[in-house]
C-alpha cells in the first residue's frame, strides 16, 4: 500500500507525500485507505458529516481526514466529475455538480424548492446579519409586520428559534444548518460583509437603527415591536 | 404556497401595489427620481409619499398606514422645518427633528443594504439550488445495522408538534392580550384643534398635544395641524430662534374642511400598530 | 470537447476512441459531456436506473450512455474509489465498495443514526396525525418538499406505503406498529387528541393550511377517524 491508486490527485494540503496521509507503514496496517474509506461513508449519508464524524467512522485522525477531504474535492474538480464534494454547514456531503444541473432536473421531477419572496428573503437576510434577532426588530428594520413571513421561514426550516431576550422575553431567532446548506455556505462566516454597504451609520446608535428605542419613533407611536410582547 | 419570483438585484423599480413597507416605498419613489439618498430627494418624493399613504386608507389597509405615518411624520417634519426661519440649533425640539431625519436617513440606508444582501440571497438559493445533495436510501444491508429510532419526545410535544406544523396561522395569543382598539381620526383631531384655536387664536404645538392620551393621537394632530397650514388656516411662528413652535389661527370663522388624506374613506381611523392587526407582508402564505 | 477531462479513463469498452462515446462534434453541440452528466444523475438515483432511463435524462442516444457507463464503471475500478457503480437487474446504482464496508459500517452504527432530525420528527408528526396520507400533501403541509424525509422514515421502518389515492393514485403513507413501539404507545388511539391545541378552526383560512386538501378534511382540524377510534 505505498502507491494511492490511480485516479487521486498528487495533491496533499498537508504536505503529505501522494495525496493519503502519512501513516506509519506499521501503523496503517489494518486501517483502511483513507480516501476510499471517506468516499464509501459520504456515499451512504444523507447529510452533511464533519470531519470528526467522518474521522471515527474511518478511524483515521481528524486532520488527516481534513486534508484527505480537500484532496478528494480538488481532484473531483480537476477531473471534471459529475458531482462534486462539498463543505456545507460544517460538514461534507456529496452534490451534483451545477453544470450537469439540466439532466439532473430531468430525472428529478417535482425536487424544486418553491422560491421564497422577496419578503421573506429580506426578513431572512436580516434575521442571517443580526442573529438572535426577535421578530420585533426584524419589523423595526424592515418597516413591516413579519410575522407571516417569518413563520414562513420557520416552516421551510431556514430560521429557528433560539431562546428569548433577556429584557422582554421575545423569541429570538437564528438562521439554521440547513439555511447554510441551502446557501452552500460552510458557516456564516461565509456570509459577505455589510459594512460596505452601510455608508455612514456608524454615528448612530446601533440600538436606535434597530428600531428598539427610538425616542422620535415612540413618540410617533407607531414601532411594531410590542407585537411579540 | 405561491411561488413569487425572487426580484432581480437591482429591484427598485415600484409597483406601487407590491412595495415592503414605508422604507421599501421611499426607496422606490427616490430611486424612480434618479435620485441619491439625501433630503433634497426626501423633500422630492414627499407628497408622492403622503399621496401613497392615504390610497393606502382607502384601498381599506388603514392598518397598514400606521408604519407609514412614522416616516410620513418626519418627512413633514422636515418640510415644516424648511418652512419655518433658519437658525442654529438649540431648542430640544429641533434637536429631536435633526435626530428624527438623521434616524430616517439611517434606517432607510440599512434598509436598502439589507435588501441588497436580500437580492444576492435569492440569486444565491437559486444558483444552489442546481446542485443537488445525495440523499438515499441506505444500502439494505447497511440499513440492517441501523440502531433502534431514538424519538426524544413524549406524546404530548408530539401533538404539539403535530399541531404547530398543521396550524399555518396561529393565533397571536400575547398581541391580542394588549388589543384595545382605539382608533384616532386625523379628521376629528383636526376639528378639535379648529375648536380650540377659534378660542385662544394663539398657542402652541406643545399645548395642544398636552392632552393627548397616547402617541398616535399626538401623530394625529400633528399631521391635522400641517393640513390646517395647508389649507391656510393657521400659522406657524417661533418667538425667538428655535422657540417654542408657536401656532396661530388664521382661518376666521368660516368652516375649514379638512381633507381625508391620512383618513381615507373606506377605513377613515388611524389604529395603533401594536394591536393585532399589524400589517402583514405575509405575501408568502 | 475533443479530450475527455482527466481523470476519466481512457478505457472504452466499446471501441471508441477516448472513453467518450463517438459522438459527431457537429450534434455534440449543446449536448452536455456524457459521462459527467451521467455521474450526476446517478449520485441522486434512488433506486438502480436503466440505460433508456439515463439516455433520456442527459439526452444522449442509448448506445452511448451503456458505453459511457461501462466506462465509468472500469475507471472507478481501477482508481480504487470508495465507492463502485454496478448494474443490479438491468439497472445502474452507486454502491459502497465491499472493502470499504467497515467504515460504512461503523458510521451506520456510531448513533450519529438513532436520532431523527427535526425535519423527520415533524414530518411524523404529520403522518402520525393525518394519515393515510401522500407525500404531496404532507409537502404542501409542511411547506417543504419531503421526498428525502419521507424515505428516511420508510428506511427506519416508522413510516409505510398505506395503497394510493383514489384520485391521483398518489401513494399513501402510515404509521407503523414499530411507531407505536418506539413512542411508547399501545396503539394510535393513545396518540393525544389534537383538536384543543388547534386554533378555532373557523378562524383558520383552509387554503393557507395545506394547499390541496378537500375543505371537509382541512377543517376538521382533528384526527382522521380510524385514529380516534
Known amino acids: ?229 | 404556497m405561491n411561488d413569487v419570483a425572487v426580484e432581480p438585484a437591482t429591484s427598485i423599480d415600484v409597483h406601487l401595489d407590491v412595495f415592503e413597507g414605508p422604507f421599501d416605498l421611499l426607496l422606490g419613489l427616490i430611486a424612480r427620481h434618479r435620485l441619491d439618498i439625501t433630503e433634497v430627494a426626501l423633500s422630492t418624493v414627499t407628497d408622492e409619499f403622503l399621496a401613497h399613504t392615504r390610497s393606502l386608507g382607502r384601498t381599506g389597509e388603514l392598518e397598514q398606514t400606521s408604519s407609514f405615518l412614522v416616516v410620513a411624520a418626519t418627512l413633514l417634519d422636515m418640510k415644516a422645518a424648511r418652512l419655518l426661519p433658519q437658525a442654529t440649533v438649540e431648542d430640544e425640539d429641533d434637536l429631536a427633528l435633526l435626530e428624527a431625519r438623521d434616524l430616517l436617513f439611517a434606517r432607510l440606508l440599512q434598509y436598502r443594504a439589507f435588501k441588497q444582501v436580500a437580492a444576492s440571497f435569492g440569486v444565491r438559493l437559486a444558483a444552489q439550488q442546481h446542485r443537488h445533495p445525495r440523499a438515499v436510501s441506505l444500502e439494505p444491508r447497511f440499513a440492517a445495522l441501523l440502531p433502534e429510532v431514538l424519538i426524544s419526545l413524549g406524546r404530548d410535544s408530539f401533538a404539539e408538534l403535530a399541531a404547530r406544523a398543521l396550524t399555518a396561522k396561529p393565533t397571536p395569543v400575547l398581541s391580542l392580550a394588549h388589543a384595545h382598539t382605539t382608533t384616532v381620526s386625523v379628521r376629528e383631531q383636526a376639528a378639535l384643534l379648529v375648536q380650540r384655536l377659534r378660542r385662544t387664536t394663539t398657542t402652541t404645538f406643545r399645548a395642544l398635544t398636552a392632552d393627548a392620551p397616547d402617541t398616535l393621537t399626538t401623530v394625529a394632530r400633528f399631521l391635522a395641524l400641517l393640513e390646517l397650514f395647508h389649507e391656510g388656516a393657521v400659522t406657524f411662528d417661533q418667538a425667538d430662534p428655535l422657540g417654542e413652535l408657536h401656532v396661530r389661527w388664521t382661518g376666521g370663522d368660516d368652516d375649514v374642511e379638512v381633507s381625508e388624506e391620512f383618513d381615507g374613506t373606506a377605513a377613515p381611523h388611524l389604529r395603533p400598530s401594536g394591536l393585532a392587526a399589524v400589517p402583514e407582508d405575509g405575501s408568502d402564505d
Open chain 1, 1 to 229: 500500500m505505498t502507491d494511492p491508486p490511480a485516479g487521486y490527485p498528487a495533491v496533499d494540503p498537508a504536505g503529505h507525500p501522494a495525496g493519503y496521509p502519512a501513516v506509519d507503514p506499521e501503523l496503517e496496517l489494518g486501517l483502511l485507505e483513507l480516501s476510499p474509506a471517506l468516499e464509501a461513508v459520504l456515499m451512504v449519508a444523507d447529510a452533511p458529516l464533519d470531519a470528526p464524524t467522518l474521522a471515527a467512522a474511518v478511524a483515521h485522525p481528524v486532520a488527516d481526514v481534513e486534508a484527505a477531504l480537500a484532496g478528494l474535492t480538488a481532484g473531483y474538480d480537476a477531473d471534471g466529475r459529475g458531482f462534486e464534494l462539498r463543505n456545507v454547514a460544517g460538514g461534507w456531503r456529496f452534490y451534483t455538480r451545477e453544470a450537469y444541473a439540466p439532466a439532473v432536473e430531468r430525472f428529478v421531477v417535482g425536487g424544486q424548492q418553491a422560491r421564497l419572496t422577496a419578503a421573506a428573503l429580506e426578513t431572512l437576510a436580516v434575521v442571517a446579519y443580526r442573529q438572535p434577532i426577535s421578530r420585533g426588530r426584524v419589523s423595526a428594520i424592515r418597516g413591516v409586520n413579519v410575522d407571516g413571513v417569518m413563520r414562513t421561514l420557520v416552516t421551510r426550516g431556514l430560521v429557528g428559534e433560539a431562546g428569548s431576550d433577556d429584557e422582554g422575553g421575545a423569541v429570538l431567532y437564528r438562521t439554521t444548518g440547513y439555511f447554510c446548506e441551502r446557501m452552500g455556505l460552510a458557516s456564516l462566516d461565509e456570509l459577505p460583509d455589510l459594512a460596505p454597504l452601510l455608508p455612514d451609520v456608524d454615528e448612530l446608535d446601533g440600538d436606535e437603527l434597530d428600531g428598539d428605542e427610538p425616542p422620535r419613533e415612540r413618540r410617533a407611536g407607531a414601532p411594531p415591536e410590542d407585537t411579540d410582547g
